[in-house]
């Protein structure tokens, strides 16, 4: 039985292949975290309940991924063209 084992485990994969399979696994496990972190975030909306939730945002609060200034005026106001 050790025989066909051996057999068995020696035509399964390539020894020099385990770091690659090692890598390639990390980058999917690393990707597919990332993805799940971005869905659940606090600016993602799954539902339909609000068709323009770019209404809702207050004068104080900030949209932009990277701000250099993360100071947020809150006189600032929209005005009508």
């Known amino acids: ?14 020894v020099e292949a385990i770091p690659i399979y090692a890598v390639v696994g ?4 690393g990707g597919s975290w990332y993805l799940s972190r971005l869905a ?3 600016t ?15 004068p104080d ?6 701000t250099v200034n993360q100071h947020f ?3 600032w106001e929209r005005r009508k063209l």
């Open 73 to 75: 005026e809150k006189s």
């Open 40 to 42: 659940r975030g606090p």
């Open 26 to 29: 990390v980058v999917v496990a």
């Open 1 to 14: 039985m050790s025989q066909f084992r051996r057999q068995f485990m020696k035509n399964w994969f390539a």
């Open 44 to 58: 993602v909306v799954w539902t339909k309940e609000n068709p323009t939730p770019w209404n809702d945002i207050k």
């Open 61 to 66: 609060e900030g949209t932009k991924l990277l």
